[in-house]
């Protein structure tokens, strides 16, 4: 059988859901579990290698988890990806979009004073899977789960529209300013609603990226059946 490509990834809808997760996870963190970065992982390698120089072993370890689970994430993704291809059955990434909510609706229960670690290496796991999963918008690459690179993606293009005209360039420069809107907005209604309610901030992400996951998995079906590839 011929390899089905079903490119929901790809969609402006899949990019707006996942980067605003993306700014509310590691506000999240941030403001409900130590200063820790769940997404990213650079932070987590600075106060790691500070930790190390101040001889405080623990607050090594609790560092390096998060970057730890952060790679697993990575690795599982992509044995995701085999398994399904394998089958010629693309729909991996509705498998991740699965974990992702399951996880973020579990975490919603967590009671305060539960150990920090317990929140935030799910979160590095949830954020390599998505990471590895879902990197363009048409066709366009980008990341939904930290802004520095969109950053500079942004004033590259913004530098040669002024200066070369460039019609392809204003079509990035717009991709990339809603991208980065959208992160922030995440992060700013994640430092808000995480002083409102707390740790259950967090079911907004479940909310949203479940929502989605069943929407794109009812067009899916829909495709299958009309065309009949019932021996998935």
């Not at 560092?63 to 990806?81: Q, R």
């Not at 363009?136 to 913004?158: P, Q, S």
Request: with cysteine; glycine share 8%; hydrophobic share 50%.
């Amino acid at each position: 059988m011929e390899e089905i490509k079903i490119n929901y990834h790809d969609g402006p809808p899949a990019a707006v859901v996942l980067t605003f997760v993306g700014g509310f996870l590691d506000a999240y963190t941030f403001t409900l579990h130590d200063g820790a970065f769940a997404t990213a992982q650079t932070g987590n390698v600075i106060t790691a290698m500070i930790s190390l120089v101040n001889l405080n072993f623990y607050g090594v370890f609790l560092k390096v988890m998060p970057i730890v689970a952060f790679a697993f994430g990575i690795f599982s993704a992509h044995l995701l990806e085999d398994r399904f291809m394998r089958r010629e059955f693309n729909i991996w990434r509705l498998v991740v979009l699965g974990i992702e909510t399951t996880v973020f609706f579990v975490l919603g229960f967590a009671r305060i004073g539960v150990p920090d670690t317990l929140v935030t290496i799910p979160i590095s796991f949830t954020a390599g899977l998505q990471m590895t999963s879902f990197g363009t918008v048409r066709g366009l690459a980008y990341a939904n789960l930290f802004t520095t690179g969109n950053l500079k993606k942004l004033i590259d293009n913004l530098y040669f529209t002024l200066t070369r005209g460039s019609a392809e360039a204003k079509s990035k420069l717009k991709q990339f300013f809603w991208i980065i809107l959208t992160f922030i907005s995440g992060a700013l209604i994640s430092a808000w609603l995480s002083k409102v309610i707390g740790v259950r901030a967090i079911w907004l992400c479940a909310l949203l990226i479940g929502g989605f996951t069943l929407v794109q998995g009812y067009y899916i079906f829909r495709f299958f059946r009309e065309y009949q590839h019932n021996d998935f």
